[in-house]
């Protein structure tokens, strides 16, 4: 498999829904479009938010990373989550060169720490992030959603 990963555009909105709708079955959660397009859009036309980076293979999409900025007191300095990752076919690379991919970019960038969440099941990613270098963490995160 030959695997091109780039910055996913504006023209690329369709591509990138549809894998965020696969993204969320195969993580059990709810796909709403309309949310997906206002989370996915803004990231599509500038980098103000942070980035998408999209997977492909022969044309076709096959993944894709979401980057979203943050600023950390603790660390003195810009810091990032790594909102959501898929690939249609674990287990070819494609992960761990989006990961590569989205580092080297967040590196240039002056990024200092990159933060991510997996589901309590999910040790096949852990596992992937594992072999990435990144280690648990002793915080719990929490959330309130505000809408």
Not at 12 to 25: F, M, N
Not at 64 to 85: P, R
Not at 134 to 147: A, C, E, F, G, N
């Amino acid at each position: 498999m030959a695997i091109e990963i780039r910055r996913a555009g504006p023209g690329d909105l369709t591509d990138v829904l549809g894998l965020v709708e696969e993204y969320c079955a195969a993580d059990g959660h709810d796909f709403d479009a309309a949310v997906a397009t206002a989370g996915v859009d803004p990231l599509l036309t500038d980098d103000r938010y942070g980035v998408i980076w999209l997977a492909l293979d022969a044309g076709r999409p096959e993944g894709y990373a979401a980057v979203t900025w943050g600023w950390s007191i603790e660390i003195g300095g810009q810091d990032v989550v790594l909102d959501e990752i898929y690939v249609r076919h674990r287990g070819a690379g494609t992960g761990g060169r989006l990961l590569e991919v989205l580092e080297a970019d967040c590196r240039s960038r002056g990024v200092e720490r990159i933060f991510l969440e997996t589901e309590r099941p999910n040790d096949g990613a852990r596992r992937l992030y594992e072999r990435h270098d990144y280690v648990t963490d002793t915080s719990i995160w929490m959330s309130k959603v505000l809408r």
